[in-house]
């Protein structure tokens, strides 16, 4: 088995096809299905793996090259695969549904309250079943769901920053760099400047 690790500011500079992004975005894994795919796959990998321990800054360039094909490929396949929920949440749980609610209506105003309303819970119990299922909190969520549309929009847009801190839902500016910053280690400025310095290195770690 190999894991590869993206940085998502990497992953959302090379603008790929929204039928692969989008669904990654909302927190959905997605699988490919063909014995013939596994093992181009396995092979794939393994060069990555030996060109990225390499050391050789060319290596690891032809990777990213390869790996953007690789994944250009694969968004023409997500039709003909099922996409897999990748949370303990099971489809058309509560948890789940407020999952959905909080991505179709994460641009407005939104509170535990209005959520939780959504599936018709009360708020404590609602807070505790979505943290049991996900693992955070429903503003926690909300606030990183909000942060990663964010850094698309730095990425795939010229829009001003504040105008994508609103259109990713915050309130107001500090809100917006006050959570971009948390999440990111970075002014929301400091990291669209960032995607412009240079290809990442791609870490991939064989388990």
Same mark, same amino acid.
């Given at each position: 088995?190999?894991?590869?690790?993206?940085?998502?500011?990497?992953?959302?500079?090379?603008?790929?096809?929204?039928?692969?992004?989008?669904?990654?975005?909302?927190?959905?894994?997605?699988?490919?299905?063909?014995?013939?795919?596994?093992?181009?796959?396995?092979?794939?990998?393994?060069?990555?793996?030996?060109?990225?321990?390499?050391?050789?800054?060319?290596?690891?360039?032809?990777?990213?090259?390869?790996?953007?094909?690789?994944?250009?490929?694969?968004?023409?396949?997500?039709?003909?695969?099922?996409?897999?929920?990748?949370?303990?949440?099971?489809?058309?749980?509560?948890?789940?549904?407020?999952?959905?609610?909080?991505?179709?209506?994460?641009?407005?105003?939104?509170?535990?309250? =209005?959520?939780? &309303?959504?599936?018709?819970?009360?708020?404590?119990?609602?807070?505790?079943? !979505?943290?049991? +299922?996900? $693992? #955070? %909190?429903?503003?926690?969520?909300?606030?990183?769901?909000?942060?990663?549309?964010?850094?698309?929009?730095?990425?795939?847009?010229?829009?001003?920053?504040?105008? =994508?801190?609103? &259109?990713?839902?915050?309130?107001?500016?500090?809100?917006?760099?006050?959570? !971009?910053?948390? +999440?990111? $280690? #970075? %002014?929301?400025?400091?990291?669209?400047?960032?995607?412009?310095?240079?290809?990442?290195?791609?870490?991939?770690?064989?388990?």
């Amino acid at each position: 088995m190999y894991w590869l690790t993206l940085p998502l500011a990497l992953f959302l500079s090379w603008r790929l096809p929204e039928p692969l992004s989008a669904p990654i975005l909302r927190g959905t894994a997605l699988q490919r299905s063909g014995q013939h795919d596994a093992i181009l796959d396995q092979l794939l990998f393994r060069r990555w793996h030996n060109d990225l321990g390499s050391g050789s800054i060319a290596h690891q360039a032809l990777v990213c090259l390869e790996l953007t094909a690789f994944l250009q490929r694969f968004a023409l396949t997500i039709e003909r695969d099922s996409p897999i929920q990748a949370t303990q949440a099971q489809p058309g749980s509560h948890a789940d549904k407020m999952a959905q609610f909080i991505v179709a209506h994460y641009a407005e105003p939104l509170s535990i309250a =209005v959520i939780a &309303a959504s599936v018709g819970l009360h708020p404590h119990y609602a807070m505790q079943l !979505f943290r049991d +299922a996900y $693992g #955070m %909190s429903l503003l926690a969520y909300l606030t990183q769901y909000r942060v990663a549309h964010a850094q698309q929009l730095l990425a795939t847009s010229d829009e001003s920053v504040l105008t =994508v801190g609103l &259109a990713a839902g915050f309130g107001s500016a500090s809100r917006f760099y006050g959570a !971009f910053k948390a +999440a990111c $280690g #970075m %002014s929301p400025a400091a990291y669209r400047a960032s995607l412009k310095a240079g290809p990442q290195i791609v870490p991939i770690i064989p388990a």
